[in-house]
């Protein structure tokens, strides 16, 4: 047999086979064919064969992102300036003006998720009075997680907020003395008010969407995911927007694998929304890159326990499980598998008594079914996931808001949020994953980090030894089991012989680097179906042919997604405005300009700027200079 291609002299890590020195594989009609040593593998090549040296870099089975929002986050991408991984927040608004200077009337400028205060050097989130110094004209709209958005004066106007717009139940609209909108939209703890603003804004054209969508995907081929499970999402409709994925997939265009879930859109017609799809949509319809995958992550309405950790918990409605009930009986007797949004163990307890009810009339047998987040559940709830043939997918949100959970419910509990070892120790399916792009980022190695430092983006230590993971097993969440999710752990999660062939190559070696440099782990090169869809560094000439950025003012021409002070942009000279918070928030930007040595001392200033010196305190002696990176 000759293969199409062979990878060889690497560092290539099998989730099976970790005793075995391998450092090559062969890669014939999208599968893996050989796996082994260079001399075993060789024996596969042809004239044909394409060779790939590995230049002993590690390699890894391709990353699987179990609980993402890839079809949404598509369609969106490049209308949305990243804040994600940038260091402080005086970079963040110099991003944030640059953008603002370029893009045209009537479109938003907008911060969509990813990022938390507690990864900028100030320690800080931005003030309205900064934003609309910046942005006097244009709309501007920032979330931050799913508790809060900043919305300029521009914005306001946009969507037509007055001082008589009434807030919707369970968010809050922020008012002034005089009762007029300061431009501040809380979810309190409904972030439905968040969502249902952000859409009033401008979309892309299909063209643009269709553009926006690959760049996404290219951008998660940049972290080595070669494979996501979409867990639909608000205002995200079925069929209709997933027309651009339908039409990449037909056009074998997509370089992510994508199974998806759908999610319910109507208030108070679930279950007539599922009704119409287990009758028109097969299960599992599709093929290996693009296949449906059941029902949720939202099933019905009244279940929804919205996890904004700077609020108290939610109690849900009474009609909750009659609502719920209804539902989970169609999809086990159409055998559907679905998941569910469960933040606290409070409701995973209702939910499961709805889910233990159904089973006795109609078992569930055997069927897949997920609890997703599940940050606060007991060993005895996890029991019963167990004995119900359930799985817990986990995603990194404590990365983005242990600082908030830790405040409310102190250290002990923090310390097991999720508890993930326990999952693991008793035997049930676990999958990691983002939940990206409105609460965490969609780089699955802070993911990593977090689970194995045990810290968050903002460095607080909020694991111990007792509950961190090692490298091998956090790994193996992202890969074989995330393949769990989507009934795929036959052909996916591995690099073995028959399993579809799709790997990392990354530029660091997870496995020996010191646990700070796991966050910025990136992939030299992504395949995805025995195909090279990503490309750089020493592989750069394997790289496929790079597709324009449409529309040419999108923020990730200027930035690329998530931060990289490669592709930062620069700092211009510009007045913000006049007074003494304008001033500081200049002298911010200009103090920040320098992304490798300062000038002075030739001292690693990007460094230290990650680091916990306060150098963001401008009347200190040091400070003042722009450098406080004196002693290093």
């Known amino acids: 047999m000759t293969a199409d291609m062979i990878l060889f002299n690497g560092k290539i890590h099998t989730i099976g086979r970790q005793k075995e ?12 064919v050989a796996v082994g040593t260079d001399g075993q593998i060789m024996a596969f090549s042809g004239t044909s064969t394409k060779i790939v040296d590995l230049q002993k870099r590690r390699v890894v089975p391709g990353i699987n992102d179990s609980h993402i929002h890839l079809i949404r986050g ?29 893009t045209p009337s009537p479109q938003w400028v907008r911060v969509v998720g990813g990022w938390s205060e507690f990864q900028f050097a100030e320690r800080r989130m931005p003030t309205l009075e900064e934003i609309n110094a910046i942005a006097p004209d244009t709309p501007v709209f920032i979330l931050h997680l799913y508790d809060r958005a900043f919305m300029n004066r521009a914005a306001l106007r946009a969507v037509g907020y007055t001082k008589d717009t009434p807030a919707p139940p369970g968010g809050e609209i922020q008012r002034d003395a005089s009762g007029e909108p300061t431009g501040l939209i809380i979810a309190s703890p409904n972030a439905m008010i968040l969502y249902s603003t952000l859409a009033k804004g ?97 099933l019905v309405f009244s279940a ?60 569930f047998a055997g069927l897949p079914w997920i609890f997703d987040h599940a940050e606060t559940i007991d060993e005895r709830n996890i029991e019963r996931v167990k004995a119900l043939g359930g799985g817990i997918a986990i ?40 939940d990206a792009t409105r609460v965490s980022s969609y780089n699955p190695w802070v993911s990593m980090f977090w689970l194995t430092a045990g810290k968050t983006v903002g460095g607080l230590a909020i694991y111990n030894e007792q509950t961190v993971l090692s490298r091998e097993t956090a790994l193996e969440l992202y ?73 040419d003012w999108s923020p990730t021409k200027s930035y690329n997604g998530y931060y990289s002070p490669d592709h930062s942009g620069h700092v211009n000279s510009v007045q913000i405005g006049n007074s003494k918070a304008d001033l500081q928030g200049t002298t911010a930007l200009l103090i920040h300009s320098c992304k490798g040595s300062c000038d002075v001392h030739a001292h690693n200033h990007d460094a230290v700027r990650r680091s916990n010196l306060p150098i963001n305190n401008y009347t200190a002696f040091w400070g003042a200079l722009g450098c406080s990176c004196f002693a290093f």
């Open 74 to 102: 598509g369609l969106n991408f490049n209308l949305e300036l990243r804040w994600d991984g940038v260091p402080s927040l005086a970079d963040a608004l110099r991003m944030l003006k640059e953008q603002v200077d370029v």
């Open 304 to 363: 929804a326990d919205f996890e904004d950790f700077r609020q108290p918990r939610p109690d849900l409605p009474e009609n909750m499980e009659a609502d719920l009930e209804r539902v989970v009986r169609l999809l086990v007797e159409k055998r559907w598998p679905f998941r569910l949004h469960a933040t606290y163990n409070e409701s995973i307890t209702r939910f499961l008594e709805v889910f233990e009810k159904v089973n006795l009339d109609i078992p």
């Open 202 to 298: 401008p979309k892309l054209s299909l063209e643009h969407q269709v553009n926006s969508t690959r760049h996404f995907m290219a951008e998660l081929n940049r972290f080595g995911i070669t494979s996501v499970i979409d867990a639909g999402g608000g205002f995200q409709n079925f069929p209709d927007d997933y027309k651009v994925v339908n039409e990449l997939n037909d056009q074998k265009q997509l370089t992510v694998r994508i199974a998806y879930n759908l999610f319910t859109q109507k208030p108070k017609e679930e279950l007539e929304d599922f009704k119409t799809w287990t009758a028109s949509v097969d299960l599992y319809q599709g093929d290996d890159m693009y296949r449906h995958n059941g029902a949720g992550e939202m």
């Open 21 to 32: 020195q391998v450092t090559a594989v062969a890669i014939k009609d999208g599968k893996f």
């Open 479 to 551: 890969t074989r089991g995330s393949a769990w999710f989507s009934n795929e752990q036959q052909k996916k999660g591995d690099i073995a012989v028959g399993m579809l062939a799709d790997l990392a190559v990354l530029n660091k070696d997870y496995f020996e680097v010191p646990e700070e440099e796991i966050k910025s782990i990136e992939a030299d090169l992504t395949v995805v179906d025995g195909k090279i869809v990503y490309a750089k560094g020493d592989f750069y000439s394997f790289s496929p042919p790079k597709i324009p950025i449409l529309p």
């Open 395 to 434: 995603q990194s949100r404590m990365a983005y808001q242990g600082e908030y959970f830790r405040d409310r419910y102190g250290e002990k509990a923090t310390a097991h949020t999720p508890p993930v070892k326990k999952m693991l120790e008793m035997g049930v399916p676990v999958g990691g994953g983002s």
